[in-house]
């Protein structure tokens, strides 16, 4: 079969690879859709640790299939289900995990970062993704482009959740990027108005012909629109989905009384720690969050929202590629081209 695999930095090929084999408590997916994630493409363009020419990596997190093959003691799950995939496996023993947030485990392993994903024709899924609920049955009237999309949805719903957005709330996102579209899409669904801002004027057009429900803003004067934008009070909510230091630094000035922040998008770890002045927090006592990745609960929920159709994921696609075109995918991706760029395999 074909795989999309990473060899270390700069270095992806598309490679002809072997069907893997599955023991009795396994699955055998077809991979029906793949999206590329901004992970994937710092990971093309860093490398990540363990990944060289000796030790090859198919990467791919974000993905839906069709089971195929079924080991004899796998429960629940028959050939021909349609299923999406929460790829973050926890060890299954730690406080986090029996939490149930087995995205928080100090030892969790995940499809396309540390073991190989989706952008290949078949993916094997481990005894422990089976029996921990990390598969789920596609509902009905959801292509497999869309649930590949709930992924990095529902990642945004993580945020989302500790953020307690109430109607009529305004929300600033930082980043129009897929990530900051998804937090949009969130705050839109949940009554808030949504302001987006970006340091490209021409990528917030673009955003905002796809999110007709969005308020844009690009210049050098973000506080004082924000200032006009709330009538004088400032943010209730405020998403950093951006990693940028200084944008994390700004936040909490346009804060309203009680606004929630949440710190999405994480920061290279060699740059400088950012510096907050706490006394914003002290005084409009607000909450600053953080979250990463999303729990398996979260992703049902998103794909609820899915089903239900309070998200309109298909506004998030928009570049469709077969695997053989994955370069030019990863490329468009990098170049910031479209917002959710997803390989289909049929
Ligand atoms: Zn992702
Ligand atoms: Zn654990």
Avoid at 89 to 101: A, E, L, M, T, Y
Wanted: hydrophobic residues 40%; proline residues 4%; charged residues 20%.
């Amino acid at each position: 079969m074909q795989a999309l695999r990473l060899y270390g930095a700069g270095d992806i090929r598309l490679v002809e690879v072997a069907v893997p084999e599955i023991t009795e408590g396994e699955i055998l997916l077809k991979t029906d859709a793949a999206a590329v994630c901004g992970t994937d493409i710092r990971m093309w363009q860093n490398g990540y640790k363990g990944v060289d020419s000796e030790h090859p990596l198919t990467l791919g997190h974000e993905f839906s299939g069709t089971i195929v093959q079924v080991g004899s003691k796998v429960p629940f799950y028959r050939v021909g289900m349609k299923v999406a995939m929460q790829p973050n496996i926890g060890c299954g023993i730690c406080d986090q995990c029996v939490s149930g947030n087995f995205h928080l485990c100090k030892d969790y392993r995940a499809f396309g970062i540390n073991m190989d994903g989706a952008f290949a024709e078949y993916i094997k899924i481990p005894a422990q993704a089976v029996t921990r609920g990390n598969l789920m049955l596609l509902p009905e009237g959801i292509s497999p482009e869309e649930a590949a999309v709930v992924e990095p949805l529902s990642c945004a719903f993580n945020g989302f959740s500790k953020c307690f957005v109430k109607p009529g709330e305004k929300a600033l996102v930082v980043g129009a990027g897929p990530i900051g579209m998804c937090h949009a899409m969130l705050l839109h669904m949940a009554g808030a108005k949504v302001l987006v801002n970006d340091v490209q004027a021409k990528r917030l057009d673009y955003c905002k012909e796809r999110f007709s429900f969005i308020d844009t803003y690009c210049g050098s004067d973000l506080a004082g629109f924000v200032k006009k934008w709330t009538q004088g009070k400032g943010l209730d909510i405020a998403i950093a989905a951006c990693p940028v230091p200084a944008v994390q630094a700004a936040l909490p000035a346009l804060m309203n009384y009680g606004g929630r922040v949440n710190f999405f998008g994480g920061i290279p770890a060699d740059r400088e720690p950012v510096a907050i002045d706490t006394n914003l927090i002290h005084y409009k006592e607000l909450y600053l969050t953080g979250s990463t990745r999303s729990s398996i609960v979260q992703y049902r929920r998103t794909m609820e929202f899915v089903k239900e159709g309070l998200l309109d994921v298909e506004a998030l696609i928009t570049d469709r590629y077969q695997l053989e075109d994955a370069l030019q995918a990863f490329e468009n991706a990098k170049e910031a081209r479209g917002i959710k760029h997803v390989i289909c395999f049929s």
